[in-house]
């Protein structure tokens, strides 16, 4: 019986001894799961991003105040709202130009009755004149009155039709057929009839306009009439026909960029004023070069760009120089070759050469 005991409990000794080994084995002996995708001939692309947000054309937005002073009585649009041009958009009280008006019209009548008065008085003298008992003076006297009387016609004609223009400038109308894109004032609040108090802003919509600050370096990938697609986070799955209409012939001397404009059709008001859009200009294009799947291209303990070269159960790695660059791909110009496999998953974390199994396409390793 002892012996049986002391035979088990040499037998588990020795059992737990070796799983410990086991477990304790060179890490040169993992093998890795790694997923692979090759190197072949493509056409890539630089490109310049374009970006901007969305403003209106020049002279198709605009705030409009009312210009002459006084309490506003009636603001019959909104946000959103359409207005024509020539609408009347807001009122204001215009009694006071009521009683200008009336005064201005008195003035008017009262310079109209002199004036026929001088010219009664100097025909009168003129006949005295010609039949000898008025004097020369008189006569004089009468032209001078009549010219005055003239003049204060012309004074008082002046005065009415101010008076006029002011009555109806208290009816606010849009200056162009837009959309009010917001609102400033209420109805009761005053305003001085200056452009410092805008009573609402008005924009045509139905082409807007990007103006793209783009580096002076980069300027030469654009020209005139040229057509972009912009796309936008805030419309997914839609794109936005443009045109570059205008480049500045002058640069910033503190930015080094020059403004580019760019106009967009806007029929059905999908973009909005502010709205931030994206375009991708081909700058450079290398056409039948080697490219690879960006998630290819690891870096080395220097910060330099490698690869891992697949061979059987075998990753080495290899230093390479990249040429393009985008988000999806990236051009090698040497280090790898047509049709070499490479390591897209998996990678992380190997040496120059390490023991690899490859996954099929459809299960990829759960560690990058």
Same mark, same amino acid.
């Given at each position: 019986m002892?012996?049986?005991?002391?035979? #088990?409990?040499?037998?588990?000794?020795?059992?737990?001894n070796s799983s410990s080994d086991d477990t304790n084995a060179p890490?040169?002996?993992?093998? /890795?799961?790694? @997923?692979?995708?090759?190197? *072949?001939?493509a056409d890539i692309s630089r490109m310049l991003p374009v970006t901007g947000s969305v403003a209106a054309v020049p002279n198709c937005d605009v705030k409009v105040s009312a210009l002459v002073a006084g309490r506003v009585t009636a603001l019959g649009v909104a946000e959103g709202d359409d207005v024509k041009e020539g609408q009347v958009v807001a009122e204001l009280d215009d009694r006071p130009y009521q009683d200008q008006l009336r005064q201005a019209q008195a003035t008017a009548d009262q310079a109209k009755a002199n004036l026929d008065n001088a010219k009664l008085a100097l025909q009168r003298n003129q006949d005295?004149? +010609?039949?000898?008992?008025?004097?020369?003076? +008189?006569?004089? +006297?009468?032209? /001078?009155?009549?010219?005055?009387? /003239?003049?204060?016609?012309e004074q008082a004609s002046a005065a009415l039709a101010l008076a006029q223009l002011q009555i109806s400038r208290a009816k606010v109308t849009s200056p162009l057929t837009g959309v009010v894109v917001k609102r400033f004032a209420s109805v009761g609040e005053? *305003? %001085?009839?200056?452009a410092a108090e805008p009573l609402l802003e008005i924009a045509s919509l139905g082409e807007v306009e990007l103006d793209v600050s783009v580096p002076a #370096?980069?300027?030469?990938?654009?020209? #005139?009439r040229q057509k972009l697609d912009f796309t936008s986070t805030a419309a997914p799955g839609r794109t936005f026909a443009g045109r570059?209409?205008?480049?500045? !012939?002058?640069? %910033? !001397?503190?930015? $080094?960029?020059?403004?580019?404009?760019?106009?967009?059709? $806007?029929?059905?008001?999908?973009?909005?004023?502010?709205?931030?859009? @994206?375009a991708q200009v081909p700058e450079t294009t290398h056409h039948a070069a080697l490219v690879v799947d960006a998630r290819?291209?690891?870096?080395?303990?220097?910060?330099? !760009?490698?690869v891992f070269r697949v061979m059987g159960d075998t990753? /080495?790695?290899?230093?390479?120089?990249?040429?393009?660059e985008t988000p999806d791909r990236d051009e090698i110009l040497s280090g790898a070759s047509e049709g070499d496999s490479l390591i897209l998953t998996g990678g992380y974390g190997l040496g120059g050469t390490a023991r690899v199994k490859v996954a099929p396409p459809s299960a990829a390793p759960t560690q990058p």
């Open positions: 002892a012996s049986g005991a002391l035979a #088990a409990l040499l037998a588990f000794g020795c059992s737990h890490a040169g002996n993992a093998v /890795t799961e790694v @997923t692979v995708t090759r190197v *072949v001939r005295l004149f +010609d039949r000898g008992i008025a004097a020369r003076k +008189d006569l004089e +006297d009468a032209r /001078t009155q009549e010219s005055v009387a /003239t003049a204060a016609v005053q *305003v %001085d009839g200056t #370096a980069d300027l030469k990938s654009l020209h #005139a570059v209409v205008a480049i500045s !012939p002058s640069v %910033d !001397p503190a930015s $080094n960029s020059g403004m580019v404009r760019i106009h967009l059709g $806007n029929s059905d008001r999908a973009l909005k004023l502010g709205m931030f859009l @994206t290819a291209i690891y870096l080395d303990a220097q910060g330099q !760009p490698q990753a /080495t790695a290899a230093s390479v120089k990249l040429g393009i």
